[in-house]
């Protein structure tokens, strides 16, 4: 079956920081992998994607690439913000269409100024 | 845009009580998905439509869970005979295209059940 590993949380780091939150996956199938975050009082929010190996998935500064060798997909961002404080997800799907998203435990993320 | 909405936002429950839960997915979106997430933990799958079709119920827990959607746009999620390990909050997502793993799902700001 499917699954996805996470590093635990929380993690806390300074403002300008540079962040990786770790995600290892297992999958039945060729997956597409995510990162959803989602901000205190807020919904899951798509924040970045990648379809295939090799892929880099990039938004609000954050990057993650598609590691098919290593089955990885750790987020990265250069430098944090406040703002950024939020729990955040990786998760993977596999084609067919009828499944759903299977996602990692989440890891709380703190930045502090 | 309106987004996903899911109604109520908060729901506490006797034990052995009946609730249900509603998703309203964005407009002209085929597919929608419930999930439930535990406190602490990620979101677990439940089931999957593509319009009024119940494609996968391969996640709900028990045949106490029951979801529907009959005319292709809003879903109920029902939750018959409430127990405790069914609190937790449950969440509905949407999606554009009928089929494709690389879909962006939009998500709702879910249904906190508290079963007591």
């Known amino acids: 079956g499917n699954s996805v590993t996470q590093m635990e949380g929380p993690v806390t780091l300074s403002e300008e920081a540079f962040l990786t939150i770790n995600c290892t996956y297992t999958?039945?199938?060729?997956?597409?992998l995510f990162w959803y975050v989602q901000y205190p009082g807020e919904g899951l929010q798509l924040l970045l994607k990648?379809?295939?190996?090799?892929d880099k998935g990039s938004n609000k500064g954050f990057e993650a690439t598609y590691r098919k060798e290593t089955t990885s997909f750790h987020l990265e961002k250069g430098s944090v913000q406040v703002s950024d404080s939020a729990v955040y997800f990786c998760?993977?799907?596999?084609?067919?269409?009828?499944?759903?998203?299977?996602f990692g435990k989440g890891t709380h993320l703190i930045i502090q100024p | 845009g309106a987004g996903v909405s899911q109604s109520p936002r908060y729901k506490v429950a006797k034990r052995g009580q009946d609730v249900a839960l509603r998703c309203d997915p964005i407009?002209?979106?085929?597919?929608l998905f419930w999930y439930q997430q535990a406190l602490g933990q990620g979101p677990e799958f439940l089931t999957y439509?593509?319009?009024?079709?119940?494609?996968?119920k391969s996640g709900l827990p028990s045949d106490r869970f029951f979801a529907e959607r009959p005319e292709g746009s809003v879903s109920t999620l029902k939750i018959q005979r409430t127990q405790q390990e069914d609190s937790a909050v449950y969440l509905c997502?949407?999606?554009?295209?009928?089929?494709?793993?690389?879909?962006?799902?939009?998500f709702g700001p879910g249904t906190r059940l508290t079963v007591l």
């Open positions: 997502a949407s999606s554009y295209m009928t089929s494709g793993s690389t879909d962006t799902q939009y």
């Open positions: 407009s002209g979106h085929v597919s």
């Open positions: 990648a379809t295939k190996a090799d």
């Open positions: 439509f593509q319009n009024e079709a119940q494609l996968d």
């Open positions: 998760a993977l799907r596999t084609g067919g269409g009828a499944d759903g998203l299977t």
């Open positions: 999958a039945t199938g060729y997956p597409s």
